[in-house]
């Protein structure tokens, strides 16, 4: 029996056993030790880079556009608060537990701080439960919620929300990654929505962050509130037109360019901003002085203008409570400072924004495509005292 | 066509030898991050810091503005970026004063990153050597290069290699804090290094264990030096192996095969531990795998006899670069990589020595005419592991 016939014998029958030995083998090593990936985000902020998607982020589609909340709104008749509670009580009914144990939390400022502006392959640590996880109904429900907390002008408030929503359908769409998806987003209570007690509403995902806290039956903070979108150019899906955020870039740029030379020249930053700075786990990362120009030595047109930037953010609520906050922004406007880097225009990369008064903090920044070629904004409306509802 | 293969696979050595030694080293990891990130790696009482850098941040924070396609690491920019980082790079003791460093490279680097894709990264590896009254583990980190301009970027610090404390392999590095802007002071606030202190002995034990387990678990570098020492009791007449040829015989060729492999892989891991020579560690993978399937070809038909040591010493500078990959990478002064060469070295003998006196007194059967199917069941086995392990890793 020559070798070469012994040779093919045990390669017969042992070539079997050897695939499955070398099945186990490392192989070629795993890459050397790249530094954890936070991606500018949190430090923190789940586990190393790579595409981890918590099982609950299904990417499934669930635009809130074409959903009827009509059984809802008839079965909670009231307004404002009381209809919230009368809305999440009927959410929570006969809900499975599991749900159930993710949606309705312990009232935490804590898990109220779990917010991103970066879609969850980035950002893990959201909390609550998907909308492609509710049922048909009760995401007619979550809508009548988000409608009835954020108001109904056109492009702010639940309409605003709706379009950034789609927003993530398109980059799906056009992108084909995983983690973008408007059944990715999510809601949860911190504490129950109840006439007595604290609870926040939180609503977050890929560019957009509402954070509701009542107290006893009103609203004692709407911030941080966190708006994006990506692509900033209007685009068409779901069936509509979506520029959730021109009017904001709008405001911003008309209240810049009533500027005078002398007057944007003392506005303009020496610094450069690729990011807002109070963004997401930066709670109380503010300046301890204001920068730019005073509203009090602007004229009351210029004023005006000013205030009307606000409302692009203060109108991202109900208006009965949007109301009585601009009116406390308006007494403290003199004391509110305007602010910019880059161009006035707000359209190019790098170009900011921030208006900085005693109370009110919003900031907007215009940043380089991500996913798809141009610009996107990042935008925050904070209050120094009032974010979380001024719980700790 | 065994035979083919084993004279292809023979012939490859040698211009795989002269490809190990043109290619120069280059970095592998990849930082995913639009921040910056610094890895510090305490010495003795010196520190390496390797700094990455997203480009356009740092082009929005440099002092002069060149054209987006200005390359920043031609001149005149190289320097005026030298000139920026030791502006806005210092290391003070813990009392207060102040270190000289060195910049010892600047290197551009493609990474990516899930949020913003692909983008160019600045790579600086600044030293600070031993000096009066600084202590490589506590000392204060003055640093705000692109953060002074662009207050909303932040820099991540990591400890990476430290020798000391026995992180010396492919250990994730450790975050230990971050570099931010302090807006409420307006100010970058120094960054205090607070890190434990170790020992030497520690470092020596961590390098010999990793070595001994490096061998124990890499069924290749085994299998590779068993397929060439399986032959060492016999001899090639007329194309075929003898049987046993007596205990000197066996003795000499058994040990000249092993102290071959053994200079061989120490030389080239010496090599490659200072990043004289690196190789793409996929070559490497592949070449190992390589030298596995002519070790065992040679053990069915003899391919080489007689002259199995320089196989074995060829190879073992192949196997000794992928040895270096476990102990490479990081920023380690030359004092402290020669202590882990030494500690991983003993190490990787110790176990080599552990297999090898395992494996002797089963040598002692090539006596019997059996041991001759044995050997080429087995070999043949090996032949096709080796296959398996080259379109894996080809792959």
């Given at each position: 029996?020559?070798?070469?016939?012994?040779?093919?014998?045990?390669?017969?029958?042992?070539?079997?056993?050897?695939?499955?030995?070398?099945?186990?083998?490392?192989?070629?090593?795993?890459?050397?030790p790249g530094g954890r990936g936070p991606g500018g985000g949190p430090p923190g902020g789940g586990p190393p880079g790579g595409l981890f998607l918590p099982p609950y982020y299904?990417?499934?589609?669930?635009?809130?556009?074409?959903?009827?909340?009509?059984?809802?709104?008839?079965?909670?008749?009231?307004?404002?608060?009381?209809?919230?509670?009368?809305?999440?009580?009927?959410?929570?009914?006969?809900?499975?537990?599991?749900?159930?144990?993710r949606?309705?939390?312990?009232?935490s400022v804590q898990d109220g701080r779990k917010w991103s502006n970066f879609p969850p392959m980035v950002y893990h640590n959201r909390i609550g439960?998907t909308?492609?996880?509710?049922?048909?109904?009760?995401?007619?429900?979550?809508?009548?919620?988000?409608?009835?907390?954020?108001?109904?002008?056109?492009?702010?408030?639940?309409?605003?929300?709706?379009?950034?929503?789609?927003?993530d359908?398109?980059?799906?769409?056009?992108?084909?990654q995983s983690g973008f998806?408007?059944?990715n987003f999510q809601?949860a209570?911190?504490?129950?929505?109840?006439?007595?007690?604290?609870?926040?509403?939180y609503?977050g995902g890929h560019h957009v962050q509402?954070s509701?806290?009542?107290?006893?039956?009103?609203?004692?903070?709407?911030?941080p509130?966190f708006?994006g979108?990506e692509?900033?150019?209007?685009?068409?899906?779901?069936?509509?037109?979506?520029?959730?955020?021109?009017?904001?870039?709008?405001?911003?740029?008309?209240?810049?360019?009533?500027?005078?030379?002398?007057?944007?020249?003392?506005?303009?930053?020496?610094?450069?901003?690729t990011d807002i700075i109070v963004g997401p786990q930066l709670d109380n990362n503010?300046?301890?002085?204001?920068?730019?120009?005073?509203?009090?030595?602007?004229?009351?047109?210029?004023?005006?203008?000013?205030?009307?930037?606000?409302?692009?953010?203060?109108?991202?609520?109900?208006?009965?409570?949007?109301?009585?906050?601009?009116?406390?922004?308006?007494?403290?406007?003199?004391?509110?400072?305007?602010?910019?880097?880059?161009?006035?225009?707000?359209?190019?990369?790098?170009?900011?924004?921030?208006?900085?008064?005693?109370?009110?903090?919003?900031?907007?920044s215009?940043q380089?495509?991500r996913t798809?070629?141009?610009?996107?904004?990042h935008?925050v409306?904070?209050?120094?005292?009032?974010?979380?509802?001024?719980?700790? | 066509?065994?035979?083919?293969?084993?004279?292809?696979?023979?012939?490859?050595?040698?211009?795989?030898?002269?490809?190990?030694?043109?290619?120069?080293?280059?970095?592998?990891?990849a930082h995913p991050m639009p921040n910056s990130e610094i890895s510090?790696?305490?010495?003795?009482?010196?520190?390496?810091?390797?700094?990455a850098?997203p480009?356009?941040e740092?082009?929005?924070?440099?002092?002069?503005?060149?054209?987006?396609?200005?390359?920043?690491?031609?001149?005149?920019?190289?320097?005026?970026?030298?000139?920026?980082?030791?502006?806005?790079?210092?290391?003070?003791?813990?009392?207060?004063?102040?270190?000289?460093?060195?910049?010892?490279?600047?290197?551009?680097?493609?990474a990516q990153n899930l949020d913003v894709g692909?983008y160019?990264?600045?790579?600086?590896?600044?030293?600070?050597?031993?000096?009066?009254?600084?202590?490589?583990?506590?000392?204060?980190?003055?640093?705000?290069?692109?953060?002074?301009?662009?207050?909303n970027h932040f820099a991540l610090v990591y400890?990476?290699?430290?020798?000391?404390?026995?992180?010396?392999?492919?250990?994730k590095p450790v975050e230990v804090g971050v570099i931010r802007?302090?807006?409420?002071?307006?100010?970058?606030?120094?960054?205090?290094?607070?890190?434990?202190?170790?020992?030497?002995?520690?470092?020596?034990?961590?390098?010999?264990?990793?070595?001994?387990?490096?061998?124990?678990?890499?069924?290749?570098?085994?299998?590779?030096?068993?397929?060439?020492?399986?032959?060492?009791?016999?001899?090639?007449?007329?194309?075929?192996?003898?049987?046993?040829?007596?205990?000197?015989?066996?003795?000499?060729?058994?040990?000249?095969?092993?102290?071959?492999?053994?200079?061989?892989?120490?030389?080239?891991?010496?090599?490659?531990?200072?990043?004289?020579?690196?190789?793409?560690?996929?070559?490497?993978?592949?070449?190992?795998?390589?030298?596995?399937?002519?070790?065992?070809?040679?053990?069915?038909?003899?391919?080489?006899?007689?002259?199995?040591?320089?196989?074995?010493?060829?190879?073992?500078?192949?196997?000794?670069?992928?040895?270096?990959?476990?102990?490479?990478?990081?920023?380690?002064?030359?004092?402290?990589?020669?202590?882990?060469?030494?500690?991983?070295?003993?190490?990787?003998?110790?176990?080599?020595?552990?297999?090898?006196?395992?494996?002797?007194?089963?040598?002692?059967?090539?006596?019997?005419?059996?041991?001759?199917?044995?050997?080429?069941?087995?070999?043949?086995?090996?032949?096709?592991?080796?296959?398996?392990?080259?379109?894996?890793?080809?792959?």
């Open positions: 029996m020559s070798i070469s016939r012994i040779t093919v014998a045990a390669l017969a029958l042992l070539g079997g056993a050897s695939l499955l030995l070398a099945q186990q083998q490392p192989g070629p090593p795993q890459g050397p299904t990417n499934k589609s669930a635009p809130l556009g074409g959903v009827d909340t009509a059984a809802a709104d008839r079965a909670c008749t009231t307004q404002g608060h009381a209809k919230l509670v009368c809305l999440a009580d009927l959410l929570k009914k006969g809900m499975a537990p599991e749900l159930l144990a949606l309705q939390l312990p009232y439960v909308l492609a996880e509710f049922s048909p109904t009760q995401l007619a429900v979550v809508k009548a919620i988000l409608k009835e907390s954020t108001g109904i002008a056109v492009n702010e408030g639940y309409d605003e929300i709706e379009q950034i929503l789609n927003a359908d398109y980059l799906k769409e056009n992108t084909g998806a408007s059944g809601m209570f911190l504490g129950t929505p109840a006439a007595k007690g604290a609870w926040q509403l609503y509402l509701s806290t009542y107290k006893d039956g009103a609203l004692a903070g709407a911030t509130s708006r979108v692509p900033f150019t209007p685009f068409k899906e779901h069936g509509r037109d979506n520029a959730p955020m021109a009017q904001e870039r709008d405001a911003f740029a008309a209240a810049l360019g009533s500027l005078s030379p002398a007057e944007q020249t003392k506005a303009r930053l020496s610094q450069t901003f503010f300046p301890s002085t204001k920068a730019g120009v005073r509203a009090g030595d602007l004229t009351q047109a210029q004023r005006e203008l000013l205030l009307r930037a606000i409302d692009t953010y203060v109108g991202d609520i109900r208006r009965p409570d949007a109301a009585t906050i601009l009116a406390k922004y308006r007494t403290e406007l003199a004391d509110t400072w305007l602010s910019y880097s880059g161009t006035p225009s707000l359209t190019a990369e790098n170009d900011y924004v921030r208006i900085d008064g005693p109370s009110v903090w919003i900031e907007f215009m380089p495509g798809i070629p141009g610009v996107h904004p935008s409306w904070r209050d120094r005292s009032g974010d979380y509802g001024s719980n700790k | 066509m065994l035979r083919i293969l084993g004279r292809r696979a023979t012939a490859l050595v040698g211009p795989l030898l002269a490809a190990l030694f043109a290619t120069f080293s280059t970095p592998t990891a510090i790696s305490p010495g003795a009482d010196s520190v390496v810091f390797g700094i850098i480009e356009p740092l082009r929005l924070a440099l002092p002069q503005s060149w054209g987006r396609t200005a390359d920043l690491l031609a001149e005149p920019q190289r320097s005026a970026l030298t000139q920026y980082f030791d502006a806005h790079f210092s290391v003070r003791t813990a009392s207060g004063a102040a270190v000289p460093h060195v910049i010892q490279s600047i290197t551009r680097w493609q692909k160019e990264e600045l790579r600086l590896r600044i030293t600070v050597p031993s000096a009066a009254g600084f202590d490589a583990h506590n000392f204060t980190l003055h640093y705000d290069a692109v953060i002074h301009q662009v207050p400890l990476d290699r430290d020798f000391h404390t026995g992180r010396i392999a492919e250990d802007y302090d807006f409420r002071r307006d100010v970058t606030p120094p960054f205090e290094v607070t890190l434990a202190s170790g020992s030497i002995w520690r470092g020596l034990v961590a390098a010999l264990s990793l070595g001994f387990h490096h061998v124990l678990s890499g069924v290749d570098h085994l299998l590779f030096l068993a397929s060439l020492l399986i032959v060492s009791p016999l001899r090639a007449i007329e194309r075929r192996w003898s049987l046993f040829q007596g205990w000197r015989y066996t003795l000499r060729r058994f040990l000249g095969i092993s102290l071959a492999f053994t200079v061989g892989h120490s030389l080239s891991l010496l090599l490659g531990t200072y990043e004289l020579v690196h190789l793409p560690r996929m070559l490497v993978e592949i070449a190992i795998a390589l030298s596995v399937l002519i070790a065992a070809v040679h053990a069915i038909r003899p391919l080489f006899s007689g002259n199995e040591w320089k196989i074995a010493a060829g190879f073992g500078l192949v196997h000794g670069l992928a040895f270096s990959e476990t102990l490479s990478g990081g920023g380690l002064d030359p004092v402290t990589r020669a202590y882990i060469v030494l500690g991983f070295n003993l190490g990787v003998e110790g176990a080599q020595l552990l297999a090898m006196a395992c494996a002797m007194p089963l040598l002692f059967a090539s006596r019997w005419r059996a041991f001759n199917v044995l050997r080429t069941a087995a070999m043949a086995c090996v032949v096709v592991l080796a296959l398996v392990w080259i379109a894996q890793r080809a792959g």
